[in-house]
């Protein structure tokens, strides 16, 4: 007879059905606790403060019933008619920037979505306090989600140029204006002196504003001439990168007499913090492709002469243009253990005769990479403790990190 500790088959079902039910809700509650809902719900306050912006438009005026509207200053209704319409555009912006995980779009979020939430407390109107409502949803989830939105915004040095060329023209031209504005008409403030420069900078000139000496009128030409310029060098200075990404979403980096010319050529995978140091490893030894489906990183490495596909690294059409199957190595560095075995297994079924050689992050997953078909499974982790201790008991490191080179 079993002893009463033993487990019985039904026993054994059970736990592990029960098991799998906390397992399968707490891989629901990370998906709807993830970053992608933040974003959504930030896309949502976007639509839903444009609406509300539309309808405090259409009203006469205003009604500030909320705790806040004491504070307002005289004539502030009608600048609150405004403020929805303006928190929706910048909603709208930073949710752009979320999607693609910016960081600065995540500090934006969190300024902005108290701003939208002090909006209801103006108003007290019934639409105003949804605004409230999932602001306070959101945050928590934005900070709970803080480490995902962790990419740079990268300028290059002409745009950053070219932007504080057109922003000094801005203030050039606002305390110009102000300062003769006795010989201008219309132009009392400091909003009427910045306005005028925005719709003559932008070339829109509605005439409402004239200089009526020939001072100003001077004063008008070169705030024209500079002003245009530099507004044009701006726009065109981020208009042209967003132009060359949707064509290389579109078309790839590589032309198809490029890829006949391939043959005993490097093939990388992804891209990651392992692949600058292999880039500079491999590109004076050999021809090097990069597949990668980050549209910014590929322009950057085709400005650096270096051939890339834009495409899913994981994909086996994607490597069979990257000509995969004449390549004397591939190297999967997508970053991420899950996708490099993707890729590892995409890689081998295209040419199973290739030596493909990847990272793991983690130590566990060195065996299951070499038992998908890879041929050499490099652990940066181990490597990197290892060279640690050797380095703190006195011994030689494996590798001179003075003859490494800066990236």
Not at 28 to 33: D, K
Request: proline share 4%.
């Amino acid at each position: 007879m079993a002893s009463d500790g033993s487990e019985k088959p039904t026993d054994s079902a059970l736990r592990k059905q029960f098991s799998h039910a906390k397992r399968l809700l707490f891989a629901y509650w990370r998906a709807f606790s993830g970053p992608n809902i933040a974003v959504l719900l930030v896309g949502i306050v976007a639509a839903l403060a444009f609406i509300i912006g539309l309808s405090h438009l259409r009203q006469e005026r205003v009604a500030l019933n909320g705790p806040l509207a004491t504070f307002l200053p005289t004539g502030g209704d009608n600048v609150i008619r405004f403020v929805s319409l303006l928190l929706a555009f910048l909603l709208t912006a930073i949710t752009v920037g979320l999607q693609r995980r910016k960081r600065l779009m995540w500090y934006g979020a969190v300024i902005v979505l108290p701003l939208a939430s002090l909006l209801a407390l103006v108003t007290a109107q019934a639409t105003d306090l949804l605004l409230l409502l999932f602001s306070f949803v959101i945050l928590p989830l934005l900070i709970r989600n803080r480490d995902q939105f962790d990419q740079p915004i990268k300028l290059t040095p002409f745009q950053i140029a070219a932007l504080g060329s057109f922003l000094a023209v801005q203030v050039y031209g606002t305390i110009g204006v102000y300062v003769l504005r006795d010989e201008y008409t219309g132009v009392e403030t400091w909003t009427d002196a910045f306005y005028y420069m925005i719709v003559t900078g932008t070339t829109v000139g509605y005439g409402d504003i004239r200089p009526t000496t020939g001072q100003a009128k001077l004063f008008t030409i070169s705030v024209l001439v500079i002003g245009t310029t530099a507004f044009g060098a701006a726009f065109g200075s981020f208009l042209v990168p967003a132009l060359e990404s949707r064509i290389t979403t579109a078309v790839g980096k590589m032309t198809t007499p490029q890829h006949s010319q391939l043959k005993d050529h490097v093939l990388i995978l992804g891209y990651s913090n392992l692949t600058e140091p292999l880039l500079n490893e491999l590109t004076e030894a050999t021809d090097v492709v990069v597949i990668t489906s980050d549209t910014e990183t590929a322009t950057t490495l085709k400005n650096r002469d270096i051939n890339v596909l834009t495409a899913d690294p994981t994909d086996t059409e994607a490597l069979r243009d990257a000509r995969a199957d004449v390549a004397s190595g591939i190297v999967a560095t997508t970053g991420d253990d899950g996708q490099n075995t993707l890729a590892v297994i995409a890689a081998r079924q295209v040419n199973p005769d290739v030596c493909i050689v990847t990272a793991a992050n983690e130590q566990r997953h060195v065996d299951k990479l070499e038992g998908i078909g890879a041929d050499e499974v490099i652990s940066p982790t181990v490597i990197g403790g290892r060279l640690l201790g050797r380095s703190v008991l006195g011994d030689t490191p494996l590798v001179d990190l003075d003859d490494v080179p800066d990236e």
